[in-house]
């Protein structure tokens, strides 16, 4: 029996991701939809939406589904960044506090908790590239693992609300970095500081700015901070795991605050977007910089993204203070504004060295493997995206289905 393979990809087994998804989260209830799309070469071979965007109302998955796509909204605020960097706007080893003065005086967590702590002056000072690489000394208050990110919490410094992005770096400048920049890594809002700092160097909204200078180059037409009223219809219902492998509704899109223009433009999480727009961008990661024509950044820029950045070569398991990333940590390392492949075998899972990729935190993900000119994005919307171990079946899919 004759198989038909397109760019090297074997189509029969790449049906295979269909049918593992339906039996193993579908029918059992754990996930509520999904829509997945492979390309290779520059080309989308397979794509495939099933399930349901809305338990509630019954309404399938479809391939312009518009999901949350929360940290995966991190590698555009990079690229944004990046792109000002390519213009001499500013150098990575740049001071932060050249561009927030209320910065200057940031010091280091030793005891006690909010409002009062003991500190101590950090090691050295916080630089862009800290900021970029999640070794700045920020955190999450969800992480919900140390009196700093209690503080955060106190604050409510992880969005919504009347938080802006100036009230933010306002905030943090009055509490302590969870250890000095440049000696560990931790999740956290550095990539929403990183937005502010795009909206400070070109003098543009973050949402203004990646339209004019990403989703427009790109023909992201989906791509937002919010859902238009006309676009409500292909707007996703959000779920949350509960123990029993069910879900119950976290946000239903007809009473989302999706519906309304933010006060806080997220760099770190707040974007919504289809499996179709999400591929542009990540094709254009793939091809050095250019889609279509378009480039978003330079082919030299986005190499230097893609080295591991962390302090002396280490990987994520050597530098890690907190258990949560939108990655495994063992083979990987940091690069600028995304994970990178140190190591195959290491890492637990097929790949290649120098792939890279992120997720976000409603089980979304993406990964850019250059060396197989191979584009993987996968959308749905569970949180948190600890759930299950989709992303490691999903690569060992894929892979299997290269010839």
């Not at 990575?92 to 702590?117: E, N, R």
């Not at 037409?221 to 996703?236: H, I, M, N, S, Y």
Request: aromatic content about 10%; overall charge negative.
């Amino acid at each position: 029996m004759s198989r038909t393979t397109v760019a090297g990809l074997d189509l029969e087994r790449l049906e295979r991701i269909a049918h593992h998804i339906d039996a193993n989260y579908l029918k059992p209830g754990k996930l509520p939809g999904a829509v997945t799309l492979v390309a290779r070469q520059g080309q989308v071979v397979w794509t495939h939406a099933q399930g349901l965007m809305d338990v509630e109302r019954q309404k399938p998955a479809r391939r312009d589904t518009l999901f949350r796509i929360y940290s995966m909204t991190k590698p555009v605020t990079s690229i944004a960044m990046m792109q000002l960097y390519e213009q001499g706007r500013f150098q990575l080893d740049d001071p932060v506090q050249k561009y927030i003065p209320a910065w200057k005086d940031l010091k280091v967590y030793k005891s006690g908790h909010w409002p009062t702590f003991e500190t101590e002056p950090p090691g050295r000072t916080m630089t862009i590239r800290d900021l970029l690489t999640h070794t700045a000394g920020l955190t999450y208050g969800w992480l919900d693992r140390t009196q700093v990110d209690a503080a955060y919490r106190q604050l409510k410094l992880d969005g919504g609300g009347s938080l802006t992005l100036d009230k933010l770096v306002e905030r943090l400048a009055e509490l302590p970095l969870e250890f000095s920049p440049g000696s560990a890594w931790n999740y956290s809002v550095a990539t929403d500081v990183v937005g502010y700092l795009v909206q400070r160097l070109s003098d543009q909204p973050l949402d203004d700015y990646f339209q004019d200078h990403i989703f427009d180059p790109l023909g992201m037409d989906d791509t937002g901070f919010q859902v238009p009223a006309a676009k409500l219809d292909r707007f996703a219902a959000c779920y949350l795991h509960q123990p029993g492998d069910t879900m119950k509704l976290q946000d239903d899109p007809e009473r989302s605050r999706y519906l309304r223009h933010p006060n806080f433009l997220s760099g770190g999480g707040g974007l919504v977007s289809t499996v179709d727009d999400y591929h542009r961008f990540a094709q254009a990661l793939c091809q050095g910089g250019a889609y279509q024509g378009q480039r978003i950044i330079g082919r030299k820029t986005l190499e230097y993204m893609r080295c591991n950045h962390l302090p002396g070569n280490q990987d994520l398991p050597a530098l890690s203070i907190g258990a949560f990333s939108e990655t495994p940590y063992a083979g990987n390392g940091f690069g600028l504004g995304f994970s990178v492949r140190t190591e195959v075998a290491g890492a637990g899972t097929i790949g290649s060295v120098g792939e890279f990729g992120w997720g976000g935190l409603a089980s979304t993900y993406f990964v850019v493997d250059p060396v197989e000119e191979l584009v993987v994005v996968f959308m749905t919307q569970l949180m948190p995206s600890s759930a299950y171990p989709i992303r490691q079946e999903l690569r060992a899919l894929v892979h299997g289905a290269l010839v």
